[in-house]
């Protein structure tokens, strides 16, 4: 098979470097760019990134030279976007409109009606919004998006209870220092404490999760007709989102029938590398999930759950830089190219 040619636009960044762990060894994408700022371009991807992973840099990324995020610059079929949201706002059209294919962990277009937002798990059928967003913007490429790293975590759990009914969904988190960057959070902020804001964060959940439940029509997304409240808070934890959840179903189903809801949940993805062997896993100890322990599960693509109990409460635990950013963004890569959209 020849490998699909992916760059990596904003690669030395928290994300941009988990990007470079999931594509260095990937059966189906070889990286053949690597895009940052201007302090950045020119030097090699080594000199560059000061690697903060603690699995060793790559060696065949090593010397890359970086570019700028420039699409005459950057030599590559699917670009994966780890840019400030800001930035990806103006750069990601201009990709698309260049004839690339826009895998997003940005914020910025996860709302636009005509862009997709997906969690392969979840709803994969939305990917249909491509077409219809190459009919509207003229684009030869297009953008696609995954979901906030808090959102992921939760949906992925919420999707096999919407068999039941869900009305409402409460949650708290307890989200890690990783997800506001390397330079997010001041060691003196956060060390000892815990801060309950995260800017735009509740809006994000609140609003993404019904997007991504809702139904497409084929010309657009109708959202599902659920009422999400979220509260969020940064804890002292390097790498892994811990939420509380309560999920208020109609057909009240008991703490035994969403457990064997969450074991039985299988979304036929197994042919897609990054797809772990479960996508959800439970814990039936009383004290997990817990970040430390249960973060890499599933090459950090599994969402851990447990202390499932009446109400219907329980805890999801997931990693917020793999399962709930570079690797959802490689994960519904390998699903638009499974359907020949790469
Ligand atoms: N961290 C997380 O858990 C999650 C993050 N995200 C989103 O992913 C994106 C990246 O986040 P994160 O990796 O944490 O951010 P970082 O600050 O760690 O990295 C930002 C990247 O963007 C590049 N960049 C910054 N400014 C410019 C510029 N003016 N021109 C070109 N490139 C630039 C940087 O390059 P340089 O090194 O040269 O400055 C770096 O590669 C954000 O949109 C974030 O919201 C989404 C979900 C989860
Ligand atoms: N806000 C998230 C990370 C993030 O960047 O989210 P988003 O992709 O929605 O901007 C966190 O701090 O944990």
């Not at 277009?109 to 491509?130: A, Q, S």
């Not at 800017?199 to 994000?204: C, M």
């Not at 939420?243 to 074991?263: C, H, N, S, T, Y």
């Amino acid at each position: 098979m020849v490998a699909v040619k992916a760059g990596i636009l904003g690669a030395t960044g928290a994300v941009g470097q988990r990007f470079v762990e999931a594509l260095a060894n990937h059966p189906w994408f070889e990286i053949t760019a690597l895009a940052a700022s201007e302090r950045s371009a020119g030097k090699t991807y080594r000199e560059a990134a000061g690697w903060r992973l603690d699995t060793a840099m790559p060696e065949s990324v090593e010397n890359i030279e970086v570019v700028p995020v420039d699409p005459k610059a950057v030599d590559a079929d699917v670009v994966f976007s780890a840019l400030p949201a800001d930035l990806a706002f103006t750069v990601e059209p201009e990709f698309a409109k260049a004839g690339f294919a826009v895998a997003s962990n940005a914020s910025s277009y996860r709302m636009e009606k005509d862009i997709p937002l997906v969690i392969p798990e979840v709803n994969p059928e939305h990917l249909g919004l491509i077409e219809v967003q190459q009919d509207a913007r003229g684009w030869d490429g297009y953008i696609i998006t995954n979901p906030n790293c808090s959102t992921i975590v939760m949906t992925v759990t919420l999707k096999p209870l919407m068999k039941f009914g869900l009305e409402t969904v409460q949650v708290a988190t307890m989200q890690a220092i990783s997800g506001a960057g390397f330079s997010g959070v001041p060691a003196m902020a956060i060390y000892d404490n815990v801060i309950p804001y995260i800017g735009s964060e509740e809006t994000k959940m609140e609003t993404e999760t019904l997007k991504l439940l809702g139904e497409f029509n084929g010309s657009e997304i109708v959202p599902a007709d659920m009422k999400v409240s979220a509260s969020c808070h940064r804890v002292p934890v390097i790498d892994g989102h811990t939420e509380a959840i309560w999920a208020g179903m109609r057909d009240k189903p008991a703490p035994e029938e969403v457990r064997e809801a969450f074991l039985k949940f299988d979304p036929k993805l197994g042919e897609l590398p990054s797809e772990p062997r479960k996508a959800i896993i439970v814990r039936d100890e009383v004290d997990r999930p817990q970040p430390r322990l249960d973060r890499n599960m599933g090459k950090g693509m599994s969402v851990s759950v447990g202390r499932i109990r009446e109400g219907i409460r329980y805890i999801a635990m997931g990693h917020n830089t793999i399962r709930g950013a570079a690797g959802a963004s490689v994960l519904n890569a390998e699903l638009l190219h499974s359907i020949g959209k790469l």
